[in-house]
């Protein structure tokens, strides 16, 4: 066995972060399998291209025969799975991708990883580490007073896209407590940062505002999430893979809930003060549309677990992350279009079109 790690989906938002960081930082080699879906953009590799601690593979977790060469090839001490499909409007579509990928692709991912691991020796048998990359909307929805998701939060996914993620995890708890294999599974909350695909709400609505069209407020506005700098998350995942219980999951979240019209608020008052309009505020494109079919009402991650047994705290507050944020897609305007061409316009007519407004 050797020292390097595979991630998958490690050319999406979170993943990128993660291997950028692993591997700037100097923690060893990545092997990255990508199946470059519409949300997996080599772009985001851009800065270790070139940087042999980081080996890009074009690939599918689904895969079997692949993933067995791949593991047979470069001996890693750890899988780190962020592969999956992501976007719940896109789930209410078209779910078939998402039982695909999350399901069928995490199975075989882990019947490859455990073919591998029954073949390592003990003492490098008890190293191995397979880290399941999940989110609280496995948890369902909670009330305005209900108290925040702990690990123990029965599982009560609502849309196609938890319900497929609820399986995975499942299935990645089944295998720790069937055959022993060492998994362990993190839940994470909304994360935004860089390399956020503009599908989500929050690069979206930068997006948007910088190009003078609506800002989409599903129903009300009132439902709310609890948000966590991707580079927090990312620091929440190594600090699991170091000193995790194997079988054990960990909650990650930020400590910041708001309401998605609130979010959006502090949106268009930084963008009035970094790139102001000729007149009045980017608050006068927010427009109301049709809500989601399903919509979760308020999502909260209480992470006390990971602070208390693994000394891990999120090291950005909202206020400052989303500053962070709001500068990173100003500064990097090239790369919003490059991912908002092609593909992109498609699902923006998809999915604004029947709430009654034209964004493409
Ligand atoms: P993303 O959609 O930005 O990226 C997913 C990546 O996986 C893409 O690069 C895509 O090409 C790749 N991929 C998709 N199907 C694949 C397959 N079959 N084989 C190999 N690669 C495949 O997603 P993200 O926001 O970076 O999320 C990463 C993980 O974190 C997901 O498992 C997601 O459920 C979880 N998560 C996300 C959030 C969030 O706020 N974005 C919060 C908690 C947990
Ligand atoms: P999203 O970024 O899609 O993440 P998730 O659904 O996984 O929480 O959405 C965040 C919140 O913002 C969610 O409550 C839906 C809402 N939303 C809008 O109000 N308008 C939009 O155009 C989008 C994409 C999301």
């Known amino acids: 066995m050797n020292n390097c790690i595979i991630v998958t989906g490690g050319a999406g938002f979170i993943g990128s972060n993660f291997v950028n960081a692993w591997v700037k930082g100097g923690l060893g080699q990545v092997v990255n399998l990508d199946k470059l879906t519409y949300a997996g953009n080599l772009a985001n590799l851009a800065a270790i291209e070139h940087n042999p601690q980081h080996i890009f593979v074009h690939g599918d977790i689904a895969d079997s025969a692949k993933m067995d060469d791949l593991l047979k090839q470069h001996q890693p001490c750890a ?56 989110t609280d909307e496995v948890y369902g929805t909670l009330t305005a007073t209900e108290p925040a998701f702990t690990e123990t939060h029965a599982y009560q996914p609502n849309s196609p896209y938890s319900a497929s993620k609820a399986a995975s995890d499942h299935l990645v708890r089944a ?111 927010i427009t109301f549309v049709t809500d989601r079919p399903g919509h979760d009402a308020r999502y909260a991650i209480d992470a006390s677990k990971i602070e208390r047994e693994l000394g891990w705290k999120p090291a950005e507050t909202f206020e400052t992350g989303i500053l962070k ?32 407004e034209e964004l493409a």
């Open 325 to 356: 944020t709001v500068k990173w897609y100003l500064a990097h305007q090239a790369w919003v279009q490059n991912v908002t061409s092609g593909e992109y316009k498609n699902w923006v007519n998809t999915n604004y079109q029947e709430r009654g």
């Open 79 to 134: 899988i780190v799975n962020f592969a999956a499909e992501s976007h719940v409007d896109r789930s209410i579509h078209a779910p078939g991708e998402f039982i695909q990928t999350n399901i069928v692709g995490t199975f075989n991912l882990l019947e490859s990883a455990r073919a591998y691991w029954n073949d390592l020796g003990d003492e490098y048998k008890d190293k191995f580490r397979f880290l399941h990359v999940s």
């Open 175 to 285: 295998y720790y407590h069937t055959y022993k294999f060492p998994v362990l599974t993190t839940n994470c909350s909304n994360n935004y940062g860089p390399y956020h695909f503009p599908e989500k709400l929050i690069p979206l609505v930068i997006h948007n505002a910088l190009a003078g069209k609506p800002l989409p407020i599903y129903g009300n506005g009132q439902q709310i999430r609890d948000w966590l700098y991707v580079e927090d998350h990312c620091s929440a995942i190594r600090r699991v893979l170091e000193a995790g219980t194997v079988g054990e999951v960990y909650n990650i979240g930020g400590w910041n809930e708001k309401a998605n019209l609130d979010v959006v608020h502090t949106l268009c008052d930084i963008l009035d003060k970094e790139k102001p309009k000729q007149s009045g505020s980017y608050r006068d494109q």
